[in-house]
């Protein structure tokens, strides 16, 4: 399995310093880098992530100039964005994620936006994640806790493999692998069983987490760039949701609710996913996210032409008729 190196502790971001080639620049988000600056030398070059499109992306390195590595600092914003210069520019980075919020510290691709949609592109491999015990429990709760989002989907991930199986619709590349399933299915069962050490961001808790995640992250490259068996109908429902409605959403919270409605779509395990996610204190209402349910309805309606356009994973996503039967069920459950 290629996993990245991973150290797990404290008070790890001040040795960056000693450890990363020099000059560095840290790619991080305005609204944290009061709170970490005191980590660095006050001459340190720091780069304020705006977009993840590609061309604000490629724009931005023409104007880096001189420097020999990269920190990521941050979320999945600034965790893709280190990664996508380093593929772009062939320098070292060093990834520090301040929270839970998402898998991609430890994938080897980088989520950017062209024209709006999704695109996983590029090969970066980090000289190595550092998981700040202290930086994480630090973070906002509902950010860490978001992160199910990116464990839960295996689940729904699965079902929607099996429906492409099933309905013949299956990808040649991606042929039905029970191994890669039954094991995805485990990391996401120990969030159900210990839900109450997520909910409080234990150390029991994130190290759940962190195995899951990197679960995530390593096995899309490791089983051949296929993505079946870790996401399906509740990511293609939050990009739909991003691309229809062009709002910037805490990805793991935008899949959260995905999952519930992904799950009714297929019949199984709604209410049950539904109540773990309440538990652990995730809020999937819409109103939550800055989002009416006509807006969610809109996607929804809509998911089909936009998954076969942007050509993403076949699954229900691509047979599955709403009604309005379907939107008051899904109101109630989702409300309730």
Not at 160 to 172: F, I, P, V
Request: proline content about 3%; overall charge negative; charged content about 25%.
């Amino acid at each position: 399995m290629m996993e990245f190196d991973t150290v797990i502790g404290r008070n790890l971001l001040v040795e960056i310093n000693h450890v990363a080639h020099e000059p560095f620049v840290v790619i991080t988000m305005e609204d944290l880098w009061p709170i970490y600056k005191n980590n660095f030398d006050p001459s340190t070059k720091v780069i304020f992530v705006e977009s993840t499109e590609k061309k604000w992306l490629d724009d931005l390195i023409t104007k880096l100039g001189n420097f020999c590595s990269i920190i990521g600092l941050g979320g999945g914003q600034a965790i893709d964005t280190a990664k996508y210069i380093s593929w772009k520019t062939n320098k070292p980075f060093f990834q520090f994620p301040t929270s839970l919020s998402v898998d991609a510290v430890f994938g080897h691709r980088s989520a950017v936006r062209i024209e709006n949609v999704v695109r996983y592109v590029g090969w970066s491999v980090p000289e190595c994640v550092f998981i700040d015990l202290d930086i994480i429990k630090s973070a906002p709760i509902k950010i860490n806790t978001a992160g199910i989002g990116d464990i839960l989907c295996f689940i729904t991930g699965v079902m929607d493999w099996q429906y492409a199986r099933d309905s013949g619709q299956l990808e040649k590349q991606w042929k039905y692998d029970e191994e890669l399933a039954n094991t995805s299915l485990i990391k996401a069962q120990a969030v159900i069983d210990d839900y109450q050490e997520i909910k409080d961001m234990t150390v029991k808790g994130i190290k759940i987490m962190i195995d899951a995640l990197k679960w995530g992250g390593s096995s899309y490259c490791n089983s051949g760039w296929n993505p079946r068996h870790i996401e399906g109908v509740e990511h293609l429902i939050f990009y739909s949701l991003e691309y229809h409605t062009k709002k910037i959403f805490l990805h793991g919270q935008a899949v959260c609710l995905g999952i519930v409605i992904g799950c009714m779509m297929h019949k199984k395990r709604n209410e049950e996913l539904k109540n773990i996610i309440n538990k652990i204190g995730v809020d999937i209402n819409p109103k939550s996210m800055n989002l009416g349910w006509d807006e969610v309805k809109h996607s929804l309606v809509n998911l089909k032409d936009f998954v076969e356009e942007s050509n993403f994973m076949r699954g229900i996503s691509n047979d599955y008729i709403f009604d309005e039967i379907f939107f008051k069920e899904m109101i109630r459950q989702i409300e309730d």
